[in-house]
């Protein structure tokens, strides 16, 4: 049984095969991190459910934002506009170190923000 996806696969060239295997790989991971992980996390500080909620919601907007990041990627070129998204998506990941400081400082609550 042949898929299609993986036939079309084999017929691009070396470059834009490794291009799409990272593409694929990168929303694997991530997905890993921002599903389960996530609400695990939201959960053991003591976030309501509701807020987690709107956490999840985020993920599919976040996807829609692809559809406005044309010019950008026109201006600044795929390599830099992947570098620069990269970097805001690792800046606003690492803020979770930040969190028991501020729930220390200004309560539980202040986790959550």
Known sequence: MRLPAVSVLRELGGPSRKFLVFV???????????GAAMILFAREIGMP?????WLLSF???ASL???????????????RALLLGWL???VVASAIFILP?????WGERAGWL
Do not use: D, E
């Open 65 to 79: 934002l692809v559809l406005f990041t044309l010019r950008i990627v026109i201006r600044l070129g795929p390599k």
């Open 24 to 34: 694929g790989l990168n929303v694997i991971s991530w997905q890993s991190i921002v």
């Open 88 to 90: 805001l998506r690792y």
């Open 101 to 105: 400081w501020a729930s220390r400082q």
């Open 49 to 53: 459910a509701s807020w987690i909620g």
């Open 59 to 61: 993920t599919p907007l």
